[in-house]
């Protein structure tokens, strides 16, 4: 069964900095691996798609790399804003289930201006 | 740019009553899903739907829960008997396609409904 797990919980730094958020996932046949941003009491805002033969996707100020042998993601935000606090949450679509995207817990970000 | 809606955006309830929450997947889409996140936990996967017919469910989609396509626009999910435990915030989301057939497969989600039974 699909574990995602996203560590830290929780991430504050300064604006300016640049910041790395990170996603694991125990079954490493995946189809796609996918980045969300929530806002409070808001819904799911996709902001990067990687298909499992790629190694990493670009937009904007974001990077998302994926490292399927080893289970791996992370997400990598430079010349962070304050605009950019939100909780990021990486999906998984697996082999075993293709239908279903599994959600890690994510990681709440806070900017300090 | 194409959105998933969804309605209401809160809705209280009653433990017992039935609620249905509406969504309007994006029109060219074929696979549809709804999702629900407890207040501090994880988004999860309740049920999917392709071609007028459940394709995945959970184990959290017991006889309480149904879904339907009524017009071949909107997407229904109805709790029949509502509990407390039901408070959450659903989310339905579309799809082009399936996983299984091409690599790229982006979900688009909607605003989410955010239910509270009393």
């Known amino acids: 069964k699909q574990e995602v797990t996203q560590i830290p919980a929780a991430l504050s730094v300064p604006e300016g900095e640049n910041l790395v958020l990170n996603c694991s996932f125990t079954d490493s046949a995946i189809y796609n691996l996918q980045w969300f941003r929530q806002d409070p009491g808001k819904g799911l805002t996709s902001l990067l798609l990687i298909q499992s033969s790629q190694r990493e996707q670009t937009s904007g100020r974001l990077n998302a790399s994926l490292d399927k042998s080893s289970g791996r993601s992370t997400l990598y935000i430079a010349a962070s804003q304050p605009g950019d606090s939100a909780t990021y949450l990486c999906a998984v679509i697996g082999d075993s289930s293709a239908s279903k995207i599994i959600f890690g817990s994510g990681t709440r970000l806070s900017i300090r201006p | 740019e194409p959105e998933v809606t969804q309605t209401p955006s809160h809705q209280v309830t009653q433990m017992g009553q039935e609620v249905i929450l509406r969504c309007v997947p994006i029109?060219?889409?074929?696979?549809f899903y709804w999702y629900r996140q407890i207040l501090g936990q994880k988004v999860e996967f309740l049920v999917s739907?392709?071609?007028?017919?459940?394709?995945?469910k959970s184990e959290i989609f017991d006889d309480q829960f149904s879904v339907e396509r009524p017009d071949g626009s909107n997407f229904t999910l109805k709790i029949r008997s509502t509990k407390l435990e039901d408070s959450a915030m659903y989310f339905c989301a579309s799809s082009p396609r399936h996983s299984g057939l091409s690599g790229a497969n982006v979900l688009t989600f909607g605003a989410g409904s955010r239910l509270t039974v009393l």
């Open positions: 029109s060219n889409h074929l696979y």
């Open positions: 739907f392709y071609n007028n017919e459940i394709s995945e």
